[in-house]
Each structure stands twice: as structure tokens, then as C-alpha cells.
């Protein structure tokens, strides 16, 4: 197969006037819904649908894939600005983005954000360009043992992400563990805790959970703290509204860490893009020479995860165009427009639909770019917004996550929920407990459930099945290092004498 | 005041011959709001929002049909939503064999969807049997066979306990006597990939999740999972054919309406969707999605519910499923 004769081929449709503007549309449309909490690609992609019908398939999926990277990019804004997580993988960005944010960084958080997101999303193109079916043979490797090895992985990362205390970042974390198995069993079609109420059948949203603990949760501590009334420092010199050189230089392996990893969690179906921000945010602090600040508002907290999570969409392309699998809840909404326009993805599109595949890849790179010269500028611009004082802002930003929780599924039980996760987050920051175990918790623990039991189904008992295999015991190598490496580093330090780094 | 505007715009086209309305005793006098249980992209919603594209396509439409996700519960929200319109003819619903299913095995589901008004049932998805291209299985047979001599090691994979590849399983496990083990994958995507990568044995897949699979050589249909030969896989054989003499597990879906609603009113809607599902609209999208049309009217709808149930009843019960009514 010709790799660059079909990307040149691909580029010459992607570059043809028409296609262009329904890229810049896409883009456009994507970084709106990514930057509204709440409405996620899936839904937007799935509305627009019917408006894509009396388009060439060719301009039709262009812009459907612009909605898709697009709303990557425009997550982090409200993560960043508000402490509202606009889409489910920017949940990590809240961490450092908004503590960023409150240090007058808010332009040099924007900025890492869409520079790392363009880095980490053509790494993640080129990885689809390249490796494609190479990659996507790996990941049929990958069944539910490897599934649960890398959430232990995941899971592990609790010993970075924890606060002062690891009782109370434990404590969390079960308690994330717990709301996960919330609603009907896969298995058995029975309910869990219910408690007998017909909604929580179907579990409860992450976005609920994340909007209640961080954006909630964050404006009451704010108001106990009596901040109302002080300013937040917004640098009024144009160039300080830009990452400083410094900044970057610091996330250069950020960068990087964050597009590996998001493009191998991205090719994997049923792994999601919140996993891979968790992860590489994770994998950030562990070998950083300064983990004691990440959460305080440090550079690669943001760019780790909003890597990460920009990388993932390329590699969720992979499985679709190569095999017609969908990895998650987009990718499957773009294989149903593909199959009403008479594309059909799959092994043989590569061969009977060129244009299209080579035109969509070939349009993931000008989308990319288009998406960084969209939104650098209005870095500047968003970054203004601090400049409303608090007791205007906090209003808004709980408006905001009213809509936003009300959003993901239309339903005003959702609203409940997100009044008692906010208190929750309000009681746990008083008592020092670190919401990020709990989040991640949630977002792993139902993955891990489901992949042990399977695993164990395969093996009719077997527990040998989880650790036996080649990749899943690499997996569960580098989890059993993470958690038992802080107490080794601790005493090989204290064997030292004082004063040595 | 959008209302007022709305109708009046629908009643300047009626006048102007555009619009071919239903004639009946009964007819919407407000927009209708057409209840999906999932949210936008997922199968009901597409199953609504394209039988509204084809009503509008064919001018069978006498106001205006909004479709609204009412998601949350599994299902079991729309469901509640449904019984709390009793009375109420502007509301539909698309049903779904969940519908069906899900009050059987949940408690919390109190909203039946035998208590409410069948409209119609418009169509059924039929399903294949497939195993890898490099799989030793030719037929449903071998790996039934297979599976009897090495119980519990052959695996299948599949959704939830109550889907209908759960049912096809136990009903195959009740004829023949053999055993293998069912592993259960939230989403198609993940159930497909466990099967290319031979972590499993077999699946029972939607013609359009396996279909590009076969085409391409990496899957084999050992046996359908359907009445009648798919015209798409003429040479293979059904599960009756293959001498599996089981019932037939359909996956229906069509369209009700919640429960009381004037009788004159069910006669509207039936005769509306018969339309409809006659339209060519319709059976494009039919033939895109490798549906097949499968019309019963209001009262047989009815019916088909209370056999269903009673089918699904006795196949959980025998698989050891904990039913809750």
C-alpha cells in the first residue's frame, strides 16, 4: 500500500475549496460544543447527522471528524477558566489548569493546552497515517486480562494522586469504586444500590459526578474561604497572556508522555479518553522532579492530560477505519453516518473507498491546524474572563454547571445528583480528602469489574488467566513498581545523609 | 404562540393540497412528542428520528413530530415518562425488546410496557452466527459439537444476560446438552474485537456489525439466526435448517403510546405508520441498516408483547436468571 500516494491523493481532496470550508465549520462547531459542559461530540455529531445527508460523503465525514477533534481542543477551556470540565477526558485538566488560572496564568494554561492538544493530535495522525494496521493487530491482542491489567496500571496511580494523606486518597478512591457498580449489572441484569429508584438503573453520569466534586465543590469552598471579593491577578501585558518560554520548556516531556499514551489508550476499544488523561497525568508526576507541586497549578499538569486526550482521538480512528469498530460513543456515531452515505468502514474501505479514507486522514491534519490558528487567538480573549469579579463569576459558573449536568441526559434528577456531589466535594476538601482518587475510581472501577469478571469467565475460574499473559504482566509489573516504589525511594533516602538531594 | 404559528402554518399547506393528511376520526391537534429512551446516535433514537425523516419525505405528517431523548434508568425512564402521560395521545414512544425485557428482571421498572397502548411493530433485526474465518467451525453444528465435548472452555461473546444472543444460547444449550461459557461486553465494538482477536469462539452479530467482517474474509456466518434465509447469505443455513428446532428469539422494534389514549386516536397512529413503513424512505433505511420489515398491527402489537414476555420468562428462568416479576 502506497502511504504517500494516497495521503497525496487524500490531500487533494481535503484541499478542494468546498471540503476546506466544511473543515473550518467542523473545527469551529467542535470547539463550541467542546467549550459548553455537558454537550458532548456524540450528541452533536448525531444532531447534525441529518444536515450531512444532502452532502458528498467526502465533505460530510470532514466536517463530522472537525466536530470530533474540535471538541477535544475546546475542552479545557471551562476545566481551565471555570473549574467546570467540559468534556469527560478533560476532567484531569481541572487539577492544574485552574489552579493555573487562579495564579494569573489562565493565557499560559490556554496556550499549553492548544499547543500541546496540535503537538499530540498530529502525533496521533501520523501514528494512524503510519501504523494503522500494524497497530490495530495489536490491539486485538488486547482482551479483558490486558484490559484489567491497565486499569490496575491506572489504578496504581493513586500513589501519585493522592494528597498529604494515602488513608484518605484510599478512602476516596473506594468510595469512587463503589458509585461506579451503581445501576444494572452487566452480568447478571440485576441492580446494584439502586435503593429503588428506577434512574439509578442506568448509573450515574461521570460528568455529574466530576462537575459536582470539582466546579461545585471548588465555588463553595471558595465563598467558606470569603474570596468573593479579591481580585484574581490577570496580567494586562499581551505577552504574559502567553505560555512563557520557561513553561514550555518544562512540558516538552509532557508532550510527548501525553501523545504515547493517548494513542495507545485510544486504539483500544472500551478504554476512553478520561483514562488515558488520568494516565498520562499520572505517569507526569511520577517521574517529575517536582511532584509535591503538581495540583498547585504546574505546567504539565495541564499539558500531560490535554496531550493525552488529543492523541486519543487519532488512535480512536484506527480500530474504525481499519477494522469497523467503534472505540467508543463518537467513533461509533461516525460509522453510522459512513454506512448512511454507502461508505462501508471496515477492512475493505481502505480499497474500495480511497477518497474518503484518504481524504478524511489527509483532512485530520489541515483540521488540527486549523483548530491551533482558531483557538490561540481567542487565548487572550477567554483569558479576559477572569477579569469579572468573583461574586459575578461564581453565579455563572454555577449556572453553568447546572446546564451542564442538566445536558447530559435532559433529566432533573441529574440536578440532585450534582447538589449532593457538590456537597460531597465541599465535605471532602474541608477534611483534606483529594478528590482526584475519587474521580478516578469511578472512571476505572467499572472497566476493571467488568474485565475481571469476563477474564474470569474465559478461564471458567482460573485466576492464573490475569496475570499469565505476556502484556498484562508487563502491565501489572510496572503497577506492582508504582506502588511499592515511594516506601523504597523513602528509605533509600533516609540511608542518606541529610543535605543530598 | 410557536404552537399557534405552527398549526397555522400546517394548515396554509393542507389548504394548499401539500400536505396529505391520514383521514380518520382523530387527529393531533398539537405537535407530537416522540420519546426515545437513549440519546442522540443511539439505535432508538435513529429508529425514531427516521421514521419522522420518512414521514416528512412521504408528507404523511398532519403536524409536527419532535423527537425527545428521555434518557436515564437504562430505559426505565422513558418507560416511567410513558406511564405518566396516561390519557394522552400526543405522546409516543419507540419500543425496543428492552422494553420488554428490563420490567422482567428489575424491580425498580414499574412502568410495563404491556400496561401501556401498542401502536404497531415495524420492524425486526435478524442476526448471524459468526466465527473467525481461521475458526475449525463450519457449521452451527461443529461447534455445538465442540463445545459438548470440552463444556465450559468454547466461549461466545455477547451483552447482557437478557439480550437476544443470551436467549439464542440458552435455548441452544437447552436442545442439545451442551455448555459454553457467555462473556458479556458492554458495547458491539468490544464484543466484534473480542472475536477477531480470538479471545472468543463465537458471536451472534447484527448483519451490519458482521457483514463487512465476511465480506473482507476475516469472519464466517456459520448459521442465521432468523426465519428465512437473509437474501444476503443465500447459501447459508438457518438455525432450523441446521436441525436446531428452537423458537425463534425476535428483536423488535415499532412504536406506542401511553396507556388510555382514545381508541380513535390508536386507529390514527396505526394507519399513519402502516404508511409510513410502506414508504420507500422507509425501506431504504431498512436496507441500509439490514432491517427487516416485520408490520403488525395495534392489537397484534398487543399480543406480541404478552407472548414475548412469556417466551423471555421461561428462557431467564431456565438460565438461572433472577426475575423480579
Known sequence: MDILGGLGQGFSVALQPMNLVWCVVGCFLGTIVGVLPGLGPAATIALLLPLTFGMDPTGGIIMLAGIYFGAKYGGSTTSILLNIPGEASSVVTCLDGYQMARKGRAGAALGIAAIGSFIAGTFGIVALTLLAPPIAAFALRFSSPEYFALMVLG?????????????????????GLWLTSIGTDLFTSQSRFTFGS????????????????????????????????????????????LPSREELKACRFAFANGSVVGFIVGVLPGAGSAIASFIAYGIEKAVSRHPERFGTGVPEGVAAPEAANNADSGGGMVPLLTLGIPGGGTTAILLAALVIWGVKPGPMMIIESPQVFWGLIASLYIGNLVLLVLNLPLVPLFAQILRIPLYVLFPMILGLAIVGAYSVSDNVANLMLLSAFGLLGYAMAKLDFPPAPLVLGFVLGDAMERAVRQSLTMSMGDPAILVERPIAAVMLGLAAAILVAPPVLRALRRRRPLGVA | MQRRHLIASGAALAVAGLVRPVRAAWAPSRPIEFVAHNGPGSGPDLFARALV???????????????????????????????????????????????????????????????????????????L????????????????????????????????????????????????????????????????????????????????EAGEQVRAGRLRVIAQVTEARLPGFPQVPTLREAGFPITDVVQARGVLAPPGIPAEAVEFYQDLFKRTSESPAWQRYLADNQFQGAWLSAADTAEFFTTYQGQLRGILAEGGVRLAR
Open chain 1, 155 to 175: 489504578l496504581s496511580l493513586v500513589v501519585v494522586l493522592g494528597g498529604s494523606s494515602m488513608i484518605k486518597a484510599l478512602l476516596a478512591l473506594t468510595f
Open chain 2, 53 to 127: 425523516t420518512a414521514m416528512e419525505q412521504e408528507r404523511l405528517l398532519p403536524g409536527r413530530v419532535q423527537v425527545a431523548n428521555r434518557v436515564g434508568g437504562g430505559g426505565a425512564t422513558a418507560m416511567n415518562y410513558m406511564m405518566e402521560r396516561r390519557g394522552d395521545p400526543h405522546v409516543l414512544g419507540v419500543w425496543t425488546s428492552l422494553w420488554l425485557s428490563l420490567p422482567l428482571v428489575q424491580a425498580e421498572a414499574r412502568a410495563l410496557a404491556t400496561d401501556m397502548t401498542a401502536i404497531a411493530r415495524i420492524a425486526i433485526e435478524p442476526a
Open chain 2, 129 to 208: 452466527m459468526v466465527v473467525r474465518a481461521e475458526s475449525p467451525y463450519q457449521t452451527a453444528a461443529d461447534f455445538v459439537n465442540a463445545a459438548r465435548a470440552r463444556p465450559g472452555q468454547v466461549r461466545q461473546s455477547g451483552g447482557s444476560p437478557t439480550a437476544r444472543d443470551a436467549l439464542v444460547r440458552q435455548l441452544l444449550m437447552a436442545n442439545t446438552g451442551a455448555r459454553w461459557a457467555f462473556v458479556s461486553f458492554p458495547s458491539g465494538g468490544e464484543r466484534m474485537a473480542a472475536l477477531l482477536g480470538g479471545h472468543v469462539d463465537m458471536m451472534i452479530a447484527e448483519p451490519s
Open chain 1, 198 to 241: 428506577s434512574f439509578l438503573l442506568g448509573g450515574i453520569d461521570f460528568m455529574v459526578i466530576a462537575i459536582g466534586v470539582f466546579a461545585i465543590a471548588g465555588v463553595l469552598e471558595s465563598i467558606a474561604r470569603g474570596e468573593e471579593n479579591t481580585p484574581l491577578p490577570v496580567p494586562s501585558r499581551m505577552r504574559d497572556l
